[in-house]
């Protein structure tokens, strides 16, 4: 080897050493997340230097979150389900809001990053990982803009792009309206989903005072459910008991036994 090579050799080595960041800590190094609750996965992150970028939910009781590290220029994603981390994933930087290299590059101000949040989510969060050229992300968007707002159907151009917006729009629409519970006017409904978390006994007595009964139970040692039924409302919801704690609540809408 010539001793001009060796110089070449040596100086595109140092180079590549001194351009090289951090390690990033890649979706691969936080498994340890995994499984944990919601609130406690947050703060892990955060401890961890990500920071929240924007969350949107469907209408299946998945929640998808964004997170950026500043200081390693990586974004991870977030799934939730039941109020507990299913998986964490490497994401883009589009999808935190910032373009490839920009590392260090601010959304703004908190208040500046909720809003911008906002507006990209809906550009790629609900893609689900489809990559869309410039054509199919406006037919997409529009798609999109179309099923959240309830919009009646208008695919002109017959673009699956639009179609899959759709989709995800009118998917996101069902998932906000969780909390409406279906009825209108004066029709009074009784609280439900404070008592998760509590002990199983607790929560029934207290579903019992505001005027639940159980009208079925089914399960095994490991986890119960019972469906309870309130008729003036006309909500039919089950709990979910695992360890002797209601790990989930929910109005399922009707059940064989939720009638009269």
């Known amino acids: 080897m010539t001793r001009k090579f060796k110089k070449l050799t040596m100086g595109v080595a140092l180079g590549a050493l001194v351009a ?28 961890r230097g990500f920071a929240h970028v924007s969350t949107h939910k469907n209408s299946r009781g ?37 373009h490839k290299g920009a590392a260090g590059a601010a959304l ?32 997409f968007e529009r798609g999109y803009q179309d099923g959240l707002h309830h919009a009646q159907y208008h695919n002109y151009n017959r673009d699956d792009a639009y179609a899959h917006g759709y989709e995800r729009g009118a998917d996101e ?49 490991n986890t119960r459910y019972s469906i309870l039924w309130r008729s003036e409302s006309r909500q039919c919801v089950q709990l979910t008991i695992a360890d002797g704690r209601v790990y989930d609540v929910r109005d399922i809408g009707n059940h064989p036994d939720c009638r009269g």
């Open 20 to 47: 090289t960041p951090v390690m990033a800590e890649k979706a691969r190094q936080l498994v340890d997340i995994n499984g944990m609750r919601g609130s406690s996965a947050e703060r892990e992150l955060q401890s």
């Open 62 to 98: 998945y929640a998808y979150s964004y997170w950026w590290n500043r200081d390693d220029d990586d974004c991870v994603q977030v799934e939730v389900y039941d109020g507990r981390v299913e998986t964490i994933s490497d994401a883009t930087d589009q999808d935190c809001g910032h």
């Open 108 to 139: 703004g101000a908190v208040a500046g990053a909720a809003i911008l949040g906002a507006l990209i989510g809906h550009k790629s969060h609900h893609r689900e990982g489809r990559d869309y050229d410039e054509a199919k992300t406006a037919e």
């Open 173 to 221: 629409r069902q998932a906000n309206l969780n909390h409406h519970y279906r009825r209108g006017g004066y029709s009074r409904i009784a609280q439900f989903r404070d008592v998760e978390g509590m002990r199983g006994p607790r929560a029934r007595d207290i579903l019992r005072e505001r005027g639940f009964t159980r009208v079925s139970r089914f399960g095994d040692d």
